[in-house]
């Protein structure tokens, strides 16, 4: 994806307040495949938008630069159901490093976890996102090569099992590098 986009147009201006609030789901977090937003779940394939109203679902996409490598939608009862596979351990030092090391408000040319600044052309990140329809629920994460190769290092040997086995089953063709990384963060 080598559009010219904003790292910065996740969020809108509040009258009322003069912060920052979530706003429509930014062209970055778009879809490369579907060239738009994310309309199915690219585990189950059912749709995220219905007549009975809109699903809860985390949108991750791994940068090299500005070129998108990786790229999933992943509903809240898919999220749940690899989240229950993986370890009690892993899940407690993914909680921790997040708990430890989350820095909220920062931008997406930072991020979210070391503050190391990040070029959009040439750094690589991997960006997620908590959706429901058309609209973030929570401000997108940034975080460097650097902080998910250390998440990675916290992870057993079952859980990146899970991951492998996951990202095999689901996503053929993912570089190994990506293949142990944590896939949800629900």
């Known amino acids: 994806m080598d ?3 904003e790292w910065e147009e996740w969020y809108v201006e509040s009258e009322d307040s003069g912060g920052p609030v ?15 937003p994310f309309t199915l779940c690219s585990i189950c394939s059912e749709p995220l938008s219905t007549d009975e109203g809109d699903k809860l679902y985390e ?3 791994v940068y ?3 070129r998108v490598i990786f790229e999933c939608a992943i509903c809240h009862r898919c999220g749940h159901k690899l989240l229950a596979e993986y370890s009690k ?13 989350f820095k909220p408000g920062l931008s997406l040319l930072e991020c979210h976890f070391c503050e190391a600044e990040r ?9 997620m996102a908590v959706c429901v329809g058309d609209r973030l629920v929570q401000q997108p994460v940034c975080m ?13 040997k079952k859980t990146q099992d899970v991951n492998g086995d996951f990202i095999r089953d689901y996503f053929p063709g993912i570089p190994a590098e990506w293949q142990d990384s944590p896939m949800v963060s629900f």
């Open 119 to 127: 070029d959009p052309d040439t750094a690589d990140a991997s960006v």
């Open 144 to 156: 460097c090569d650097g902080c998910n190769e250390r998440v990675n290092g916290c992870l057993s």
């Open 59 to 61: 949108v991750k996409k």
């Open 22 to 36: 979530l706003g429509p789901i930014p062209a970055h977090l778009y879809s490369v495949y579907e060239d738009g």
């Open 89 to 101: 351990e892993s899940l407690n030092a993914i909680r921790g490093f997040f708990e430890e090391h």
């Open 64 to 66: 090299r630069g500005r």
């Open 3 to 5: 559009d010219d986009w």
